[in-house]
């Protein structure tokens, strides 16, 4: 685990992850409550969670530490991520949310929402990291304790905010047929509800809560929407629509049953929102597509490491309009600064409606680039490592924000230690397939070969 000082750092890129019960005890889950509640010097503080079994447990540990404090907790049931986020936002409260995203159901997390709606920065995690290891709570006493009241409104206020960003006049128009499959996740009921509202006539896939996921993982990869995507390839919908977990993310299936990669979807969304001026932000790992989109729109395209909370803040402080990742993540900064799964699908079919066009046929208008992605164990230390990585690149144009990113003459390549994994992530990126698996797989023999032990003789 890596460590800030001499004490581990609690918070990763997604919060506090654990299993209950093993690492993210009840006993944890109330000190770190009592650590937030601290640190948040505000009266009342959001709690939202995503539909796993272990949800109520740890929210009740989290709320009553946090209540211990003095502050009261908005209960606002399950929600999706960016729902929880919107009404922090709209109301300038911080919030809290009970998720682990798209991990496996035996997880859990905790993860903390600043007041305008953004995920905490790490200066504010550290804070809480240290009152929680210095146990300097600010208990409140029993006459000011705080309690528990909750907002049903949450969820439609959260639709509502989605709507307003999209014509709906135009979308509800097309009266499109949608299959959607919220993955028994946190938007069982937002989706829905927004599809709905846009005048879509829909088929539902595992859209009731089940914190076991026993009907698909909650990853959405192409091999975990099996279901949705024979389904749709059966015709008769006009898109299919699948949501990670806590519904921050959300791909997409053509009307033909083709899954169309994150990178694809967060191409059109940029092509159809920016206009010349306008910034745009997103990882070294996405694909170059965002690069000649944005450049033909006369927009700026600001590269950043990867992983979402640094593309929102990036985004935040360069007034960009949208951002995201090639996993399904998109900003739309006009909404909020954070990943949005129910505002992508909104996006996308307001894309559909004022272009009147199939999503295979907008799909067709995008740069056509191949990105291939395999991993090589890592056996040395990366820095070791880097300067012979160097060495073989030669006078290549570099971008060294992450890992190594090598320009090359037929697309780049991509070196990245994982933070969680004792892997190095290798990506290749050309506008041809055979390319693009061949830059990378040049790069994963070159790292394997320099991990080689020296022989013995
Ligand atoms: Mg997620």
């Not at 210095?134 to 304790?145: H, I, L, Q, R």
């Not at 089940?210 to 008769?236: A, C, Y």
């Not at 056509?368 to 060495?391: A, D």
Request: a neutral charge; hydrophobic letters at 35%.
């Amino acid at each position: 685990m890596p460590t800030t000082s001499d004490k581990p750092q609690l918070f990763g890129t997604n919060g506090i992850r654990g299993v209950p019960g093993r690492d993210l005890t009840v006993e944890f889950s109330m000190e770190i409550g009592k650590a937030i509640g601290t640190y948040f010097e505000v009266p009342e503080i959001a709690m939202g969670k995503d539909t796993r079994d272990t949800g109520q447990m740890i929210f009740n540990a989290v709320s009553s530490g946090i209540m211990s404090t003095g502050k009261t907790v908005v209960d606002l049931g399950i929600l999706p991520t960016p729902a929880v986020q919107y009404y922090s936002r709209m109301r300038s409260i911080p919030g809290v949310i009970i998720t682990a995203s798209h991990n496996p159901p035996q997880f859990n997390g905790i993860k903390c929402i600043a007041a305008d709606g953004t995920e905490l920065e790490r200066t504010g995690e550290e804070e809480i990291e240290k009152i929680y290891y210095n146990k300097s709570y600010v208990p409140a006493g029993w006459e000011n304790a705080g309690t528990v009241i909750s907002d049903p409104n949450a969820a439609s206020v959260y639709v509502r905010g989605v709507m307003s960003r999209v014509d709906v006049a135009a979308i509800k128009a097309r009266k499109f047929r949608v299959l959607v499959d919220t993955g028994n996740g946190a938007a069982f009921s937002t989706t829905p509800t927004l599809l709905r509202k846009l005048g879509c006539s829909m088929v539902t896939l595992n859209a009731f809560p089940d914190g076991m996921f026993t009907s698909r993982t909650s990853e959405p990869r192409p091999e975990n929407l099996k279901d949705l995507i024979s389904l749709v390839s059966k015709g008769g919908f006009d898109l299919g629509i699948a949501h990670d977990g806590d519904a921050d993310r959300a791909v997409f299936i053509d009307e033909k049953g083709n899954f169309i990669d994150g990178d694809i979807t967060l191409s059109l969304v940029v092509k159809s929102t920016i206009k010349k001026g306008d910034r745009v932000v997103t990882p070294v790992s996405s694909s170059d597509a965002i690069d000649e989109i944005c450049k033909e729109a006369g927009a700026k395209l600001i590269r950043t490491k990867v992983g979402a909370p640094v593309v929102s803040r990036t985004m935040i402080e360069n007034q960009a309009k949208i951002g995201g990742e090639e996993n399904g993540g998109i900003v739309f900064g006009p909404h909020q600064y954070c990943r949005d799964g129910a505002m992508t699908v909104a996006l996308i079919l307001n894309l559909m409606a004022l272009h009147k066009k199939k999503i295979s046929d907008l799909v067709n208008t995008v740069p056509e680039y191949h990105i291939f992605k395999t991993s090589v164990e890592r056996r040395k230390e990366w820095k070791s490592l880097e300067p012979q990585i160097l060495r073989y690149s030669g006078s290549n144009l570099l971008d060294r924000q992450d890992g190594l990113k090598i320009y090359l003459e037929d697309g780049w390549v991509l070196l990245r230690p994982s933070g969680t994994e004792p892997i190095i992530r290798v990506y290749g990126e050309s506008k041809m397939k055979k390319k693009a698996e061949e830059l990378a797989l040049e790069y994963h023999a070159l790292i394997s070969g320099l991990q080689e032990e020296p022989s013995s003789l």
